[in-house]
């Protein structure tokens, strides 16, 4: 009980101190020719940067270069941002909702909660999904809940070294409104586990289904990293050459100093700093000082880093550990495949049947986002084949025409489409897989029969 109160004490401290010292932040479009100062000062506080960093990312702002400094009780922040087209942020309603928004974040207020979809934070529940990944798994997961009349309005779905997460929120088709009912709820993540356990997994899947939103990126890297989807990383390194494009990360102590100093150089992306903090913060690690900068096509990361009970990092297994998790943590949101976009009307039913084409057409989703809004849809997805290559263009252009031309859109031309080597073969992974997905679902009572 004293160490409890004690605890109590800390925080509430902690609260006076910000209080007496609010946040102060700056946007600042004068100082750089190419990009939008963002200038945070606030009292400081374990997880900060990531939600900082977090409430950039949630305005679709690039970040360019970064400058962070929290050694001690103060934390003090430079941003380098730009919109998604790389021009400056202008706009003053805009100005004004990053300043707010950072503002109460730093200040350790209650931050509104954005919405999924349209429906505030009361009127969705939340499914999280993790567990081995397989061809087709999306497609049964959403015909599992249009059968159970729930709607799709906000989704995404990583996959990474054979597993897969996914955060989806629904409500129910009828009333607009989040499920309530416990038996119902009881029965989606009945359904919705023996989906996910069909392949007799031996690291057990996990389902939840709960009211309200979370914040869905986070929630994925968690997952994710519960999984241990991390532990391949050893393996893939290994068999391949360090000139591959996949990340480098390093971690050295500085011993003068107290501190581990972590690294990381790869290609360069959106929201690649969040998933490296996100990481840092969720490993029970604070950063002290770092600093970030990106050039053409590649970004480099540095940061000095201690344990939150203060020591640096002690072993090699633990600088291992470290290494291959912010590796993963890289590579979970890379998008391997081709890019589609389906638009659609706000209804579960043409989401439903447009991942079952997907799978009738042997293609796997490596990864997806799924968008409704205004009784519109806008889902992108990236494809490969059942083996993880490129999609065969006459297989996308059938699709295409199943589907409709205006409905489904081709969007990433960077990627190579190659035709198939199995072309004239009589043998069909699609009619394979919709065999074996169609038989899971007769026996767990979607199918009346199976042709």
Request: net charge negative; aromatic share 6%; hydrophobic share 35%.
């Amino acid at each position: 009980m004293e160490w409890f109160d004690h605890i109590n004490m800390d925080d509430e401290y902690d609260k006076l101190i910000i209080r007496m010292n609010p946040p102060r932040v700056v946007i600042d479009n004068e100082a750089c020719e190419n990009a939008t100062l963002v200038k945070i000062q606030s009292a400081n506080k374990h997880g900060i940067l990531l939600e900082v960093v977090q409430v950039l990312v949630d305005f679709d702002l690039l970040i360019s270069k970064a400058y962070i400094s929290s050694d001690g009780v103060w934390f003090m922040d430079v941003f380098h941002v730009t919109d998604n087209d790389g021009n400056k942020v202008t706009d003053e309603e805009l100005i004004d909702h990053i300043q707010q928004s950072l503002r109460t974040n730093a200040a350790l207020l209650p931050c509104p909660r954005r919405s999924a979809g349209g429906h505030a934070v009361t009127e969705v529940t939340t499914i999280e999904l993790s567990g081995a990944d397989r061809p087709g798994l999306l497609s049964e997961v959403l015909a599992i809940l249009t059968d159970l009349s729930c709607n799709v309005v906000e989704a995404e779905v990583w996959t990474h070294n054979m597993r897969v997460a996914c955060v989806l929120h629904v409500t129910d088709q009828v009333k607009g409104a989040a499920i309530a009912d416990p038996e119902r709820l009881s029965k989606i993540k009945e359904l919705l586990y023996k989906v996910m356990n069909a392949d007799s997994d031996i690291k057990s899947a996990k389902t939840a289904v709960s009211t309200g939103l979370t914040h869905t990126e986070r929630r994925l890297h968690q997952m994710m990293f519960a999984d241990r989807d991390f532990e391949q990383m050893s393996k893939c390194r290994d068999e391949t050459s360090s000139d591959d494009g996949r990340p480098l990360v390093t971690v050295d102590n500085y011993e003068d100093k107290g501190y581990s100093m972590v690294s990381v150089r790869c290609r360069d992306r959106p929201k690649l700093l969040f998933d490296t903090v996100c990481t840092l913060t969720d490993m029970q690690y604070v950063v002290f000082h770092a600093s970030a900068d990106s050039q053409d096509t590649e970004a480099y990361q540095e940061y000095y880093v201690r344990h939150t009970d203060g020591r640096m990092l002690n072993s090699e297994a633990e600088r291992q550990r470290l290494i291959h998790c912010l590796e993963a943590a890289i590579e979970r949101r890379v998008s391997e495949g081709m890019r589609l976009e389906l638009c659609r009307t706000d209804q579960i039913g043409p989401l439903s049947d447009a991942t079952r084409i997907f799978r009738e057409n042997g293609l796997s989703v490596t990864r997806a986002e799924i968008t409704s809004r205004d009784e519109k849809g806008v889902d992108v997805f990236y494809v490969t084949d059942v083996a993880g290559n490129f999609v065969d263009s006459k297989t996308v252009e059938a699709i295409r025409q199943e589907m409709g031309k205006r409905a489904l859109q081709v969007k990433d031309g960077s990627l190579q489409v190659e035709s198939s080597p199995r072309e004239n073969s009589t043998f069909s992974y699609g009619d394979l897989l919709k065999f074996k997905s169609e038989r899971f679902l007769y026996n767990i009572g979607f199918k009346k029969s199976v042709s």
